[in-house]
């Protein structure tokens, strides 16, 4: 059993000069240049002309004439109708009389001549709170 022991040993103490010999290898050389990532140049085109917004144009009718403030016109009522009054009568005169009478120069005048008064009423009610019927005029003094 020795044998196989002698042999492990020495097994073992070569596999671990080896890993050593290794180690220091790997640890003593410079380590390899490390090359950075660098991705592959990338070709835009160039990017399409900015066009500045413009909105189109607008068209407008020209203002409305302006027009000068003036008043409305003011219709005014007509004045209320003016009652018209009868026109006067007038008589002719009665013809003259002749007298009958023998020539004698003398000759009756005629009857003087009575004129009717212009009728002057002072409101358009005048007479109407009287109920009778006006012929005549009762006095010369009644509308003066």
């Known amino acids: ?13 070569s596999l671990a000069f080896v890993s050593q010999t290794t180690a220091n290898y790997f ?8 090359k ?5 140049p990338v070709y835009k085109s160039p990017p399409p002309p900015v066009k500045h917004y413009s909105p189109p144009p607008v068209y407008k009718s020209p203002p409305p004439p302006v027009k000068h403030y003036s008043p409305p016109p ?14 006067p009568v007038y008589k002719s005169p ?3 009389v002749l007298s009958l009478l023998p020539s004698s120069g003398l000759q009756v005048s005629p009857p003087p001549v009575k004129h009717t008064p212009l009728l002057r009423f002072t409101s358009p009610h005048h007479h109407q709170l009287n109920t009778t ?8 003094h009644h509308h003066r």
Do not use: D, I
């Open 74 to 87: 003011v219709y005014k009522s007509p004045p209320p109708p003016v009652k018209l009054l009868p026109p």
């Open 36 to 40: 950075h990532y660098s991705p592959p």
């Open 94 to 96: 009665p013809p003259p």
């Open 1 to 13: 059993m020795g044998a196989p022991m002698a042999s492990f040993l020495v097994l073992a103490f």
């Open 27 to 34: 640890y003593s050389s410079p380590p390899p240049p490390v």
């Open 133 to 140: 019927p006006l012929l005549r005029f009762t006095s010369p």
